[in-house]
């Protein structure tokens, strides 16, 4: 493996916002003679032109997306039901919550309408329910997960085992849950095998009718950091794409010799001196991103190469008096800032961990430790998933000396359920 490059490539070296010359071309006292090298011309037309080229209607594309309930909504108004059903259908879709089940029962729901439709019955607005729940998604409008998976398994009413799929999901959901095939094989007396085609038919449902309608917006980082390995040697480069030029108008620029009062030839001034501070507390800023970057590739080279297993156990103190700055610089440098690399985008705080000492008295990572556990469990026998005891002791065999509780804690933090939890058939 080879070591990073402290240094940025010949192109990203030169930020867009920060070239070398600015620091040259921005005298204290600025005159008309400056060379403004980096200002763009007012023009009227900016106005009216966009942004940047291709640019999309934002708000446009918003204003298109909807939720669940204007989805039923939609349907119904395509939908032939009478006045008073329509009403109870609207009584119903206002119930309906994000994940496509209802946030009351069908008895309240009857009893809010009670005041509204006269001679209302309750076998109504089953009635309803029963039309609703078939709209798409299929399952959307039901009061519980048995209720939701039944409707949605009726579109495999011509399959061998649909008699023994709906017993289970009608009687003994609650045992498939607790992932208790024994018992559920005594009860249906479902041979093994049986009992894993009916298992596979239930996992082709959907328990979730509302994801299918998502209507969350996509958050998308863009990485100030790009880490590529080059001629053996991993290279650490500023992101030119996450850096917008920044500018200054030239026509304001042209103001400081112009015939201006002095008050106003006296605030632009200032204001240009402003920008240059600003522009060289830029320059400052990716320098330091870069550095802080660049060091934790050179102490996490293992990982580049390897992957988490190889991950070393590093502070912010580490870095720190590496690059010489104080912590607390560290920790605002690395928040909420990304480092695209060959496996993946990582906020730079995810090469930051705790030790574990080992048995030869050296040090392993938290994150290793972590990685360690999902490859221990993604590899277990499914009928007799590794319990934390097991995973710790596992762990002791490489010499990683680790509690229970401590196994038990990372594998929470990777919403990894417990081993009575993980037991399958399949």
């Given at each position: 493996s080879g070591e990073p490059n402290n240094e940025s490539s010949e192109s990203s070296s030169e930020t867009p916002q920060l070239e070398s010359e600015w620091t040259e071309s921005i005298p204290n006292e600025l005159s008309i003679d400056s060379n403004w090298d980096d200002t763009y011309q007012n023009s009227a037309a900016a106005a009216d032109t966009p942004a940047f080229e291709g640019e999309q209607d934002l708000d446009g594309r918003n204003a298109l997306s909807e939720d669940m309930q204007d989805h039923l909504i939609w349907q119904l108004n395509l939908t032939h039901m009478s006045d008073r059903d329509i009403e109870i259908a609207y009584a119903i879709i206002d119930s309906v919550q994000t994940d496509g089940y209802l946030s009351m029962s069908l008895e309240e729901i009857f009893q809010a309408l009670t005041t509204e439709l006269e001679d209302l019955e309750l076998d109504e607005v089953a009635a309803v329910q029963h039309r609703l729940q078939r709209f798409d998604p299929v399952g959307v409008c039901s009061q519980d997960?048995?209720?939701c998976l039944l409707v949605q398994l009726e579109a495999y009413q011509k399959h061998p085992l649909y008699r023994a799929t709906f017993n289970v999901v009608d009687q003994y959901l609650a045992l498939l849950g607790n992932r208790d095939y024994a018992q559920l094989s005594r009860k249906t007396k479902l041979k093994e095998e049986a009992l894993k085609e009916v298992i596979t038919l239930i996992q082709q449902l959907n328990p979730r009718p509302g994801s299918l309608i998502d209507t969350s917006e996509t958050d998308y980082v863009i990485p100030d950091v790009t880490v590529k390995k080059n001629n053996g040697v991993w290279q650490v480069e500023l992101n030119n794409d996450a850096?917008?030029?920044?500018?200054?108008?030239?026509?304001?620029s042209a103001m400081v010799n112009s015939k201006a009062s002095s008050d106003d030839i006296s605030y632009i001034k200032n204001?240009?001196?402003?920008?240059?501070?600003?522009?060289?507390?830029?320059?400052?800023?990716?320098?330091?991103?870069?550095?802080?970057?660049?060091?934790i590739v050179s102490k996490q080279v293992e990982f580049f190469e390897i992957g988490e297993e190889a991950m070393k156990?590093?502070?912010?103190?580490?870095v720190a008096e590496e690059v010489g700055m104080h912590e607390s610089t560290i920790s605002r440098v690395t928040t909420q800032k990304y480092m695209h690399t060959p496996r993946g985008i990582f906020e730079l705080k995810y090469f930051f961990s705790s030790h574990v000492n080992t048995s030869s008295g050296g040090e392993c990572s938290s994150t290793a430790i972590r990685a360690m556990i999902k490859k221990l469990v993604a590899d277990e026998p499914p009928k007799k998933p590794l319990s934390d005891n097991k995973l710790a002791t596992i762990l002791a065999d490489q010499g990683i000396q680790v509690a229970r509780r401590t196994v038990a804690k990372y594998r929470e933090a990777m919403n990894i359920p417990p081993s009575n939890e993980r037991k399958r058939l399949i």
């Open positions: 997960l048995r209720e850096l917008p030029p920044v500018k200054i108008n030239e026509t304001y204001s240009l001196q402003e920008a240059k501070w600003f522009m060289k507390s830029l320059q400052s800023r990716n320098e330091t991103l870069l550095k802080v970057a660049s060091c156990p590093m502070v912010l103190h580490d």
